[in-house]
Structures are given as C-alpha cells and as structure tokens.
C-alpha cells in the first residue's frame, strides 16, 4: 500500500541554520506530494506541494522537489528562524486510491535563537 | 472568509458516553475527511465522505460514526465503544475525493476522556 516515512526528530538547530527534512515515499503510479505544518495546539496548514516528477515547490523560503527516481520528497530551507518551530508532515495524495491524504508520522523542529 | 471551523476546541467526556465533534466547511468542498491524531504519531483516517448521504471508513472506523446530511456539514461520534478515544481531531475538505489536490484542515478538538 501508500506509505511515507519522514525523518525522525525532534531536530534542534540555531537560527539561520540550514534545515534538511527527509521524506521517502511508497506508491504505485505518481502521487502528488505534499509538506503541511502544524503550530502548536492548531490543525494543519498546507506548505507546499507537488504534483509531478521534477516539479519543485516552494513557499515562505521552504522548498522540496519531487525525486520520481529516488521516491522522495526532501524539505529544504536555507535560514531557518524562531517561528518555523512546528511540526512538518510529510503526505502523499493518489487520486485512483481516493484524495486520501496518508502521512508521516512527523518531524519536530525546534529553532532556538 | 472561507475555511473549516470546528467545534468545540476543547471537549471533556465522561467515560461510557457519546459525544459528537463538530465540523463544518463553507469552501462548497464535496470531499470531507476526520483524522485522529495522536502524540508523536501522524494522521489516521477515522471516516471520509465524497458525497452528501456517502461515506466510508477508514483506517480506524471502529468505535466511531458519522453523517453526512449536508454538504457543508461532516459531524464525528465518538461513541463509549472506542476504546481509547483521548485525542486530537482534525477535520479536512478536499474539492473531490478524486483529485489530487490538497486538503484544507480545521483548527482542531482536543477531547479529553476523564
């Protein structure tokens, strides 16, 4: 079946630090991708996404582009700072197998100034 | 403005009883989702509804039930046949259950079995 797998955390760093979170994917076909947040005690909000192989999204200085040949989907930002502390998950989407998101289990960052 | 609001953010449930979580969406979204999570863990898919009058269960149905009267309407029991049910729970809508388009989630209920 669809599986994600992310990195586990929590991830600590310094502000302005560079921030790599790994995400590997299992599924048939070409699932769209995508990267929510979650700040403390609120649902999710979309990050960004991507639909097709080679496709890069991007957002608020986040970024993650869509690897067919290595099935994954890694979170990138270069200078991370004190309000990016949140947990990131990372989920895929297969419109034959219904727009069921299925998720990471999630990584916590923790930006300390 | 659109979005999905849920309610309450926070509930309290003796154990044996019912308690219904609400969820509504004004993004006129057919497709409408409940997950449960939990600490340290990601999204599990309690119940998923494409249409008004349809919906199919999940990951981990047992002990749950929705409705799906109204299209903007999508509300969760939690019944006393769940074994665990201290959670958050977040409610999402999608345009159709057949894109691959992204979800929109609500803010959340904490419930607390006490």
């Known amino acids: 079946g669809n599986s994600v797998t992310q990195m586990e955390g929590p991830v600590t760093l310094s502000e302005e630090a560079f921030l790599t979170i790994n995400c590997t994917y299992t599924?048939?076909?070409?699932?769209?991708l995508f990267w929510y947040v979650q700040y403390p005690g609120e649902g999710l909000q979309l990050l960004l996404k991507?639909?097709?192989?080679?496709d890069k999204g991007s957002n608020k200085g986040f970024e993650a582009t869509y690897r067919k040949e290595t099935t994954s989907f890694h979170l990138e930002k270069g200078s991370v700072q004190v309000s990016d502390s949140a947990v990131y998950f990372c989920a895929l989407s297969k419109g034959e197998y219904g727009n069921k998101l299925v998720f990471g289990a999630g990584t916590i960052l923790r930006v300390k100034s | 403005d659109g979005g999905i609001t849920q309610s309450p953010k926070y509930l309290f449930r003796k154990e044996g009883q019912n308690v219904t979580l609400s969820c509504e969406q004004n993004l006129n979204h057919d497709a409408m989702y409940w997950y449960r999570q939990d600490p340290g863990q990601g999204l599990r898919l309690i119940y998923y509804s494409q249409i008004v009058n349809d919906f199919q269960k999940g990951d981990i149905a047992e002990g749950y039930s929705v409705s799906r009267e109204k299209k903007e309407s999508f509300p969760l029991t939690v019944t006393s046949a769940q074994k665990n049910p201290t959670a958050f729970y977040l409610c999402a809508s999608s345009i159709r259950i057949l894109d691959n388009t992204e979800a929109f989630f609500g803010q959340g209920t904490r419930l607390t079995v006490v």
């Open positions: 991507a639909t097709k192989a080679d």
């Open positions: 599924a048939t076909g070409y699932p769209s």
